[in-house]
């Protein structure tokens, strides 16, 4: 979504108390029980967070409140005289994760707390991302011309969530999930003011684009509060207190489905990038939101995968210092950079917020303005990659799924398929988590017939597999020589799988003995039609497309979905076998996969390439219709 008057002329931050080190920690997050001390090394050891603030004192009292925190960012935004700055704005949008009332709004309550006159108001609830949808509100009113002058407040108290006196009320047993966040998670808030004018003085930001897309109808749940760890809302129990009790009312994070927030963000990142909306190239300044220097490699990682990288010199976190203040990171995370770096007219500024609630991504570019140049139309928006540029790339590997990097992989051919197939694969990710097999598993009602049925598509699926490979394989002409041994090695690995899936099928409750008998869904009978018919064809060097669709699903998608199935249908005993193998060694099918992509773009150029990708595109839309069609 693109911007032309909206400007940010001014940011402010407030952080409660004194900064708490990890040896005082202890004093405002106390430990639980015996696990609580080795879970804190662990998680403080991984997050890289040094300092924080809280809201309560010592003795679990609170010392602010929310809504006075964000009114206390909003003073700190406006200046010496907020009264009088106050008159201007017209629009407050306020965003936190941990407000103090159930109702009203909490941009109402900042309003009251600041004694702010009548104006417009809009409260956004949620985690991470909900600070990014408070900005795209005031922006999209600001361009508009609906008002001349917003705010956007921010600001998180979870310290009220983590004291002991809490996590008393389940027996201090609380599970990992439970445990993981106390360490994590901050108090603080950030405000922004906007304006549809340029500033008469100093330098302001232009808001050139902003990107948020939420991914909530198709990935599972992964941060919360009010379900409880046997999935009941907090508003089913008798009574609040029993709520309380059970822990419903815990904040919780289920860290096995992090790597969905990543695999989502990358194809975003990959779609706005081949789109021009952002290039990496032109990138000054990069200031990523991630909830654990742990993560930071890892979105280093998929930022390389893509050849879409931004060298770390242009990096800025202040996570260390101030924590992870949630819906209001990205807001103080941009104060801080601002005193610190002291960026420059005509610098960019990129924003990225990943969240991982049920998986938003959010991205804002910047452009830094004088006043006191004159005013010039706007530079022209991020233009797509040049082949050349990302020919230069360095790390050219698969931009999901992941794969080890290999510097070998610098042929332009590589670099533009990889992207593109990075695209196919986000719309069919998308298409899979909303079939009504993968709904199920993901909303609980997943039973043993849907599994089962689910194995009587998958097994004959499997046993073609070796067989179109090695039609493939032979096929080939001496041209393509070289793939030969590579492909009948793959289908070799892959020979006896269908024999480890029937014997899941049959524990599971399968009532076919045979099978030659079972029996595929149109959808199913479709893919395998099309995939000998391609293997049988000279040279079908394609079916690298179809590998890439058929592998990805076992290394990105399976894994996900695994815990969900035994937490569901853990009864079922040893009928999961192939589930998980899929999982762990299909990362090693994908590094040999690359290589075999690699030495066909060798030797077939920009025609491989394109075969390629229509392969990975027909087999997406098949396998996916074969998944639809499971009732």
Known sequence: MRFEDVYITATGAFYPGPAVDNDAIDRYIEPLNALSPRLKRRILGENGIRTRHYAIDTGGNSTHSCAGLAAAAVRACLGAEPADALRGIELLAAATSSGDLMLPGFANMVQAELGAPAMATASHHGVCASGMAALQHAALALELGAYGEALVA???????????????????????DAHFLRWMLSDGAGAWRLSRRRPASGLALRLRHLHLKSFSGELPLCMQAGLS???????????????????????????RLLPQLFDVATHEYVKLAEAGAIDPAAVDHFLCHYSSQ????????????????????????NLAVRGNLGSASIFTMLDDFLRERQPQAGETVLLFVPESGRFTVAFALLEVVDAAEAARPPAPMATALRPAAAAAAPGAVLPEPPHSPDPASQLPEVARLLRELALVWHDYRSRVWRTRLVRRILDGSVTKDDYVGWMEQWVPQVRQG???????????TPRYAALHATVHHHADDEQYDYDVLFRDYRNAGGKVA??????????????????????????????LGAMYIIEGTGQRIVPALLPLLRQRLG???????????HGENDIAHL?????????????????????????????????ARQLEMIR
């Open 591 to 623: 590094g040999r996969w690359l290589r075999a992509l690699e030495a066909t773009l060798e030797i077939g150029g920009r025609g491989a390439a394109d075969e390629i990708l229509e392969d990975a595109r027909h087999v997406a839309v098949l396998y």
């Open 294 to 317: 742990r993560f930071a490699p890892v979105v280093r990682q998929c930022l390389e995968l893509a050849q879409l990288e931004i060298p770390e010199s242009r990096w800025y976190s």
């Open 229 to 255: 760890p046997e999935g009941r809302h907090w508003g089913d129990y008798p009574s609040f207190s029993e709520a309380d009790a059970a822990g419903a009312m815990l904040l919780r994070q289920d860290i």
């Open 154 to 176: 921010t600001a998180e108290f979870p310290s009220r969530l983590f004291k002991r006196s809490r996590f008393a009320q389940v027996g201090y047993n609380a599970d990992f």
């Open 466 to 476: 070796s067989l179109w490979m090695r039609k493939a394989a032979d096929h080939l």
């Open 514 to 543: 045979s099978l030659d008998e079972l029996q595929r869904n149109p959808g199913g009978e479709a893919l395998n039609a099309y995939l000998h018919a391609r293997a049988a064809q000279p040279d079908a060097v394609g079916l």
């Open 571 to 581: 009864w079922l005993g040893k009928s999961f076998t192939f589930l998980a193998y």
